[in-house]
């Protein structure tokens, strides 16, 4: 059973070492493209948080929306439809 987890062990060591990142995948400073993909992780970053800001105030507002008191005219109907 040890012969076993060491061999799958140093397998998966050994092909760790084939699959390391490029030079890009690293974060080379030395291109534009660098820069260029980083500019649109945050482009992206910042859209996905102002849809899930939208999400969140619109939660909000349904929220307040909900616990606010009824108007008079509806509290009245309300209560002549209970008596009825």
């Not at 070492?17 to 534009?32: E, L, N, R, T």
């Not at 105030?57 to 108007?71: C, D, E, N, T």
Request: glycine share 8%; aromatic share 10%; with cysteine.
């Amino acid at each position: 059973m040890k012969k076993v987890l060491f061999i799958s062990m140093m397998a998966i060591l050994l092909a760790a070492q084939q699959a390391s990142a490029c030079p890009f995948c690293y974060g080379a400073k030395d291109g534009k493209s660098t820069e260029h993909m980083a500019v649109a992780i945050w482009f992206l970053f910042g859209a996905v948080l102002s849809v899930l800001g939208g999400v969140g105030a619109l939660s909000f507002k349904i929220w307040r929306h909900g616990r606010m008191p009824m108007p008079p005219h509806e509290q009245l109907m309300e209560d002549l439809e209970k008596n009825e």
